[in-house]
């Protein structure tokens, strides 16, 4: 299985300034028809996951344009350029190149 | 709108089983694959399952493979996760959620709580 690495764990930040999450994988996620399956996912608290960030860098229908993802092959990073409030909550890097789809351990994010 | 809606979730023994159902609306059911994903209370996520979307294909964990039964009735729009020889560290949040495009998963549920306990 691929093995999906985040950091930091945990991100305080103040509201209007932007926080930054980075991915790594065990290995390229790259897939056999030249894509990059690297998604972001969002988790309120209380909520299901909700879709953010696919093929590293498409924002999914409804994701305010402040959230936007790059990278390339096993490094990636997630950014939000002006944390609002309502952002506050875990933040998972997930590959979808190969079964089983593995998840980061989870960002959480918070306002100082 | 798409939405799911999972059901079943109970207090279970070890060894027992269970059927957890997932309800799909707002979409062609029968035109995309379906996965299911769990999460222990208070951590991360972990894939179950996934199921094309005529049935003929389907994936399981090494964690759940040989226990777990995924299955889909597209005449229902509904999908199905037959759980067996239920173990305490199956204890988790059940969420089921469709497939966008290859194994990327875009709707999720709202989840089924499944507490394997004595």
């Known amino acids: 299985d691929i093995m999906m690495t985040q950091t930091p764990l945990s991100s305080p930040v103040t509201l209007g300034q932007p926080a930054s999450i980075s991915c790594k994988s065990s290995?390229?996620?790259?897939?056999?028809?030249?894509?990059?399956?690297l998604t972001w996912l969002q988790q309120r608290p209380g909520q299901p996951p909700r879709l953010l960030i696919y093929?590293?860098?498409d924002r999914f229908s409804g994701v305010p344009d402040r959230f936007s993802g790059s990278g390339a092959g096993t490094d990636f990073t997630l950014r939000i350029s002006r944390v609002e409030a309502e952002d506050v909550g875990v933040y998972y890097c997930m590959q979808a190149t190969q079964f089983p789809i593995t998840f980061g351990q989870g960002t959480r994010l918070e306002i100082k | 709108q798409v939405h799911l809606v999972e059901s079943g979730g109970a207090v279970v023994q070890p060894g027992g089983s269970l059927r957890l159902s997932c309800a799909a609306s707002?979409?062609?059911?029968?035109?995309?694959?379906m996965h299911w994903v769990r999460q222990v209370p208070g951590k991360g996520l972990e894939c179950v399952s996934f199921?094309?979307?005529?049935?003929?294909?389907?994936y399981y964990a090494d964690a759940v493979k040989g226990r777990f039964i995924t299955s889909r009735d597209n005449s229902k729009n509904t999908l199905y996760l037959q759980m067996n020889s239920l173990r305490p560290e199956d204890t988790a949040m059940y969420y089921c959620?469709?497939?966008?495009?290859?194994?990327?998963?875009?709707?999720w549920g709202q989840g089924t709580l499944v507490t394997v306990s004595s």
């Open positions: 959620a469709k497939q966008q495009y290859l194994l990327i998963p875009d709707y």
């Open positions: 093929k590293i860098s």
């Open positions: 199921i094309r979307f005529n049935g003929n294909g389907i």
């Open positions: 290995q390229s996620l790259v897939h056999s028809d030249g894509n990059t399956y």
């Open positions: 707002g979409f062609t059911f029968s035109d995309y694959g």
